[in-house]
């Protein structure tokens, strides 16, 4: 199961792509996210920090950028090490995000109502649309 598939230079630049475009997501990301939203205080202190749902920059494009770019990450990763194990652990990891981003669309579904669903029918919630 850890089956070594060798060195690969195509795939050591594919995944070095996929970490300097994460890079430059996380850089978009941080115009958008406090670091106070970031520590998840307004879900703990909601009356102190108020939520607001983010819809333009990068949350244009896609619902859930933060999660993609951690797949796009760990496959960059995968792609670099090139081992059986590293492949499975990201689709793992994939199955386990779509579960909380079902949990957390409920969430937000039931704390935005009618804006939420209005954003869920514009922007795709992983893969951007390559037309608007």
Request: hydrophobic letters at 45%.
């Amino acid at each position: 199961m850890t089956n070594d598939y060798g060195t690969n230079y195509t795939l050591i630049v594919l995944g070095v792509v996929c970490l300097v475009a994460t890079s430059r997501m996380r850089l978009a990301l941080h115009k958008h996210l406090s670091i106070k939203t970031l520590l998840g205080l307004p879900e703990i202190a909601p009356d102190r920090y108020p939520r607001m749902l983010i819809t333009d920059g990068i949350y244009a494009r896609v619902r859930h950028p933060r999660y993609v770019q951690l797949l796009i990450a760990l496959l960059g990763y995968a792609l670099i090490a090139n081992y059986l194990v590293s492949y499975l652990v990201t689709a793992l990891w994939f199955s386990g995000i779509y579960v909380i981003v079902v949990l957390e669309e409920r969430e937000l579904r039931a704390h935005f109502g009618a804006a939420y669903d209005d954003y869920c029918r514009k922007t795709p919630r992983f893969l951007p649309r390559l037309r608007r």
